[in-house]
């Protein structure tokens, strides 16, 4: 098939062009993001590649159908991006990538609890400057801690049974309980329980209507004294002026952050040498207890590989008319 590979980077065409391989896709890559603006790269093209920031909403699907656009193939598990509805009402078929990495992302957030928590990123700034001071940099332990996880799919399930080798605590929140989780010790609870307990908030569920800006002021107000908290699921599911609130008034102790709500203009560029025009993000990053990593909880060879593989087998099942494990429709949106 011939696919318009959208947000292409280096590495992308790097794993795609040597997983394409024994599949033999025609694969066109482009740079630019899919935006309003650059919609018209994809034109006649019966499949477009997108990843998690290209915008696939009413307008950009329309107006891809009207060239041709049968297919979306996501590289990514997320598909907030993606209008499915007006995707089903087109007929225009969407895969995406349910599990690539579940075990990279894991332990990335894992990384974040770290080094927020022994405060890491400072030590090393320190040390290289001849600082060799332990002023400021008190951690403390995680064992014994309880760790709010939110979201127990794949990742949640990873990294509560990662923590709970640390000798955490684990309570649970999610529309569905995980019988294994349970079986580890972990403690289903009500939302607003697990944010009164825990020392540790850790999101981990998608971005749908119910769970947009979970983390608002009413949910800060609810948690305790001092909070860690850690997003490696969508930006969205925070909102970003309550948290800097929450950290100005010191009821946020630490904040990790993967994603974030408007990443779209930041994030997979190199902006070093202009000006960032986002005051918001601007003021996280003046905030010593904050960790920004710009959407890199997946980005591990195996992911890449596993994403690679997976995308061009689902292109592969929708061409030959199969029905495909990795489709995703109207209906499941808001589970
Ligand atoms: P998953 O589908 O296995 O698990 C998601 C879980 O969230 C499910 O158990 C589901 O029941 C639960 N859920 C759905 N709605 C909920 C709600 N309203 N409240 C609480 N829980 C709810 O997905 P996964 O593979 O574990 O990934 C989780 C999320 O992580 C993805 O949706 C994606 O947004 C994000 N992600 C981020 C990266 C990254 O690089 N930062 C990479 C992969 C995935």
Same mark, same amino acid.
């Given at each position: 098939?011939?696919?318009?590979?959208?947000?292409?980077?280096?590495?992308?065409?790097?794993?795609?062009?040597?997983?394409?391989?024994?599949?033999?896709?025609?694969?066109?890559?482009?740079?630019?993001?899919?935006?309003?603006?650059?919609?018209?790269?994809?034109?006649?093209?019966?499949?477009?590649?997108?990843?998690?920031?290209?915008?696939?909403?009413?307008?950009?699907?329309?107006?891809?159908?009207?060239?041709?656009?049968?297919?979306?193939?996501?590289?990514?598990?997320?598909?907030?991006?993606?209008?499915?509805?007006?995707?089903?009402?087109?007929?225009?078929?969407?895969?995406?990538?349910?599990?690539?990495?579940?075990?990279?992302?894991?332990?990335?957030?894992?990384?974040?609890?770290?080094?927020?928590?022994?405060?890491?990123?400072?030590?090393?700034?320190?040390?290289?400057?001849?600082?060799?001071?332990?002023?400021?940099?008190?951690?403390?332990?995680?064992?014994?801690?309880?760790?709010?996880? &939110?979201?127990?799919? #794949?990742? $949640? %399930?990873?990294?509560?049974?990662?923590?709970? @080798?640390?000798?955490? +605590?684990?309570? =649970?929140?999610?529309?569905?309980?995980?019988?294994?989780?349970?079986?580890?010790?972990?403690?289903?609870?009500?939302?607003?329980?697990?944010?009164?307990?825990?020392?540790?908030?850790?999101?981990?569920?998608?971005?749908?209507?119910?769970?947009?800006?979970?983390?608002?002021?009413?949910? &800060?107000?609810?948690? #305790?004294? $001092? %909070?860690?908290?850690?997003?490696?699921?969508? @930006?969205?599911?925070? +909102?970003?002026? =309550?948290?800097?609130?929450?950290?100005?008034?010191?009821?946020?102790?630490?904040?990790?952050?993967?994603?974030?709500?408007?990443?779209?203009?930041?994030?997979?560029?190199?902006?070093?040498?202009?000006?960032?025009?986002?005051?918001?993000?601007?003021?996280?990053?003046?905030?010593?207890?904050?960790?920004?990593?710009?959407?890199?909880?997946?980005?591990?060879?195996?992911?890449?590989?596993?994403?690679?593989?997976?995308?061009?087998?689902?292109?592969?099942?929708?061409?030959?008319?199969?029905?495909?494990?990795?489709?995703?429709?109207?209906?499941?949106?808001?589970?």
């Amino acid at each position: 098939m011939r696919i318009a590979v959208l947000s292409t980077k280096s590495y992308d065409r790097q794993f795609l062009t040597e997983a394409n391989k024994p599949y033999g896709h025609e694969l066109v890559f482009f740079e630019p993001r899919l935006t309003a603006q650059t919609t018209a790269l994809a034109h006649g093209f019966p499949a477009v590649c997108a990843f998690v920031n290209d915008v696939l909403d009413g307008a950009a699907l329309r107006a891809l159908h009207a060239k041709g656009l049968k297919l979306i193939a996501l590289r990514c598990a997320g598909f907030n991006n993606v209008d499915l509805e007006v995707a089903a009402e087109l007929d225009i078929k969407v895969v995406r990538v349910p599990a690539y990495s579940p075990y990279g992302v894991a332990e990335h957030t894992i990384g974040l609890i770290l080094a927020l928590n022994r405060k890491l990123h400072r030590a090393y700034n320190r040390v290289r400057e001849g600082n060799f001071s332990l002023e400021g940099l008190l951690g403390f332990e995680l064992r014994g801690k309880t760790i709010g996880i &939110i979201g127990t799919g #794949k990742i $949640g %399930v990873i990294t509560a049974s990662i923590l709970k @080798g640390f000798g955490c +605590n684990i309570l =649970a929140y999610d529309i569905k309980q995980d019988a294994q989780l349970v079986a580890q010790g972990a403690r289903y609870v009500e939302l607003h329980e697990l944010f009164r307990e825990s020392d540790i908030i850790s999101l981990h569920c998608p971005l749908t209507p119910q769970t947009f800006h979970l983390i608002d002021k009413p949910t &800060i107000d609810l948690m #305790k004294k $001092g %909070v860690m908290l850690i997003n490696t699921g969508r @930006g969205a599911l925070v +909102n970003t002026q =309550a948290v800097i609130n929450g950290l100005k008034s010191e009821k946020i102790g630490y904040l990790g952050l993967d994603v974030y709500e408007e990443e779209a203009d930041l994030f997979f560029e190199d902006l070093s040498g202009i000006v960032i025009k986002d005051d918001v993000f601007s003021r996280l990053l003046t905030f010593p207890n904050v960790i920004v990593t710009a959407h890199q909880a997946f980005f591990t060879g195996r992911a890449l590989e596993s994403i690679a593989q997976t995308t061009l087998a689902n292109i592969s099942e929708i061409e030959a008319g199969r029905s495909c494990v990795n489709e995703v429709k109207a209906e499941r949106k808001a589970t």
